[in-house]
């Protein structure tokens, strides 16, 4: 059984930045997808970023490209989102995910993944 927990979130000013964790605690964990989604208060799961576990693939949702960016580090079995210039509408809780099924499927539906995390606030706020 696989368990994501993220980490990494937080109150930050608008224009600022962080960076959210999500580790596996799984001895083997090759997921074929991981995700970043987040959701805000009355509005549906969306889709942020999604990365092939070697890397090597990347997808952005139009709202963060530019600003935000996702990677992995194999060896600690943890994926990164780091968010720049963030923004008031960034507000959200944050949530990994990893698909295990299907050889780089960045689907931005949510149900297509098979794993989730609990999830971290992101507050942007003067």
């Known amino acids: 059984q696989v368990q994501l927990v993220e980490s990494g979130g937080g109150l930050v000013q608008p224009g600022g930045s962080l960076r959210l964790s999500c580790s596996a605690s799984a001895r083997t964990f090759t997921p074929y997808t991981m995700a970043w989604f987040r959701q805000a208060p009355g509005r549906e799961r969306e889709f942020v970023a999604a990365?092939?576990?070697?890397?090597?693939?990347?997808k952005y949702a139009d709202s963060v490209k530019g600003r935000f960016t996702i990677s992995t580090d194999n060896a600690k079995n943890t994926l990164y989102l780091q968010m720049n210039s963030l923004k008031p509408e960034d507000a959200a809780v944050y949530y990994c995910?990893?698909?295990?099924?299907?050889?780089?499927?960045?689907?931005?539906?949510?149900?297509?993944?098979?794993?989730w995390g609990q999830g971290t606030q992101v507050t942007v706020s003067s």
């Open positions: 990365i092939n576990w070697s890397g090597s693939s990347t």
């Open positions: 995910a990893a698909e295990i099924h299907r050889p780089w499927h960045p689907a931005a539906a949510a149900n297509e993944y098979d794993y």
